[in-house]
């Protein structure tokens, strides 16, 4: 769960094999997904998509930056 602008949003991040990636997923009070950031690991690049036209600023911003930091493989893990 995520506040911005006094609104409270859920995350969610997965799995999805069938498109070979990781995706995070912000959504609202009533559970409807509002936007998606998808990482592919097949073509080692990133997509966002937004379900909705008037989402606040910030949100995308705050969405952006976490899907960086949290879908994005880092080398040197030791694995």
Same mark, same amino acid.
């Given at each position: 769960m995520i506040e911005i602008m006094g609104q409270s949003y859920g995350v969610t991040v997965g799995s999805d094999i069938q498109r070979d990636g990781m995706y995070l997923e $912000?959504?609202?009070? /009533?559970?409807? $997904? *509002? /936007?998606?950031v998808f990482y592919s690991d097949g073509?080692?690049?990133? &997509?966002? &998509?937004?379900?909705r036209h008037d989402l606040p *600023?910030?949100? $995308?911003?705050? *969405?952006? /930056?976490y899907a960086k930091e949290r879908l994005t493989p880092t080398s040197g893990n030791g694995s």
């Open positions: $912000v959504e609202d009070n /009533a559970k409807a $997904v *509002l /936007a998606e073509e080692n690049s990133m &997509t966002f &998509t937004s379900y *600023l910030p949100l $995308v911003e705050w *969405l952006i /930056a």
